[in-house]
């Protein structure tokens, strides 16, 4: 059990290298992660040795808010506000094809987008605010969220079972291959889009591919269908409004001589403005529809919303620019454009104000730039430290010593 030192005055400088001097061990803790990845809403091993790093750290309020999430909550006993720090833990259904010691060993699932970093960075800060848990107040409530990556993902999930009850803000990070390692982005106000999801089943008449005359094909209606819905962002929404609507799946067919019955497309669409996010399948469904059936098709359409967009508090932004100028100086600091990935992270947001924030963790001199959700996704590991560091100088000012 790890003994908390007492003193009246906490030194931020020194705290901050004993973070760095902790960064190997965070190492450590994201190699034995990655080895071992699970899918969304499958973390059961991962939520386990999140338990016990906790466990070893001492003196925590653990609970397990849902079957593969965990919390963890260090209270001082004095005064001062709740601060919430998220870190996701789930894996993706990808195949790794890094040629690395600690690669994955489950088949069929990798850590492709970097999950594996935030809960190690998470879990090294609370081993290190635990040391100081008698220089602090308030409370600080660690989220090792399950399911960030498939809808309907396990922030709300989280929220509904009391996680954010009493938090005043919260605070997340995300290491970010296409920014260079060293540098760290922040971004007031929207940040990351509202990312949904959209199924499009095209029935005709099949028949013999050598008569086409006497079918009514939906491979070629679901082409014109495709190409029409890329009307919506060019010539429906005001070209200074973002938006993204993308067809990524085409099934159709069996062999090379039947035209078949159906054609099935699907993809997503993002958008920051509510509006836009009302307005743009009512213009899908109204396009699919006029084009279906000019050719003589039906259609089913279906459309599901995904998560809220994240919106950085632009205060608690201002607020944590300048720990970032202070404490890594201005140069590492990054203005970032607005993402149009999307980020269950705005659930908490619902509940206070929050940052999200991006920790560059790309190096294209050793090959370190492949994107994410790539088989060959990687990060530098300094990320790490930058992380942890980026971190709990953001905790230190929001929270402030006793």
């Known amino acids: 059990m790890t003994t908390a030192t007492h003193s009246s005055a906490l030194d931020a400088a020194a705290l901050l290298h004993e973070a760095h001097q902790l960064a190997p061990q965070v190492v450590d803790w994201r190699r034995a992660l990655h080895r071992r990845p699970e899918v969304a809403f499958q973390e059961h091993e991962t939520a386990r040795f999140i338990r016990q790093v906790l466990e070893h750290v001492g003196d925590l309020e653990i609970s397990r808010p849902t079957e593969t999430s965990v919390m963890a909550r260090l209270v001082t006993g004095r005064p001062g506000p709740v601060l919430a720090v998220r870190a996701d833990i789930d894996a993706l259904p990808i195949h790794e094809e890094n040629d690395v010691e ?10 492709a987008c970097g999950h594996d970093g935030h809960t190690s960075i998470a879990l090294g800060l609370v081993t290190l605010l635990a040391r100081h848990r008698g220089q602090l107040r ?7 969220q399950h399911a960030e990556e498939l809808a309907p993902g396990g922030a ?25 390692v060293g540098r760290i982005g922040l971004i007031s106000g929207p940040a990351m889009a509202a990312p949904d999801t959209f199924e499009c089943t095209i029935t005709g008449r099949g028949g013999h591919a050598a008569i086409p005359h006497g079918t009514i094909d939906p491979i070629a209606v679901g ?17 200074l409004d973002p938006v993204v609507v993308s067809v990524t799946q085409f099934i159709a067919g069996t062999t090379f001589n039947v035209i078949p019955n159906t054609a099935y497309l699907a993809g997503t669409v993002r958008t920051f403005d509510p509006m836009l996010r009302t307005t743009v399948p009512i213009t899908m469904e109204r396009i699919i529809k006029g084009v279906t059936s000019a050719f003589g098709a039906t259609y089913a ?31 590492t600091l990054i203005d970032m454009r607005p993402t149009m990935g999307g980020e269950d992270f705005s659930a908490y947001q619902q509940r206070a104000p929050g940052v999200f924030a991006f920790i560059g963790a790309g190096n294209v001199d050793v090959g370190i730039d492949f994107p994410h959700h790539h088989p060959r996704f990687q990060i530098d590991e300094r990320s790490l430290d930058i992380g942890l560091r980026y971190l709990t100088a953001a905790t230190l000012d929001l929270l402030g010593s006793a």
Not at 156 to 180: K, N, R, T
Not at 306 to 327: I, K, M, Q, S
């Open 156 to 180: 709300e999930a989280m929220v509904q079972q009391g996680v954010m009850d009493g938090v005043d803000q919260v605070i997340g990070l995300h290491v970010w291959s296409a920014m260079p």
């Open 301 to 331: 359409f279906r459309y599901q919303p995904g998560y809220r967009p994240v919106v950085n508090d632009p205060a608690l932004t201002a607020r944590l620019t300048d720990v970032v100028t202070r404490t890594f100086g201005a140069d």
């Open 138 to 144: 308030g409370e600080v409530r660690f989220i090792f």
């Open 223 to 239: 082409a014109q269908v495709v190409s029409a819905l890329q009307h919506i962002v060019s010539r429906t929404v005001d070209p």
């Open 102 to 111: 600690y690669r994955s060993q489950t088949d069929g699932a990798m850590h």
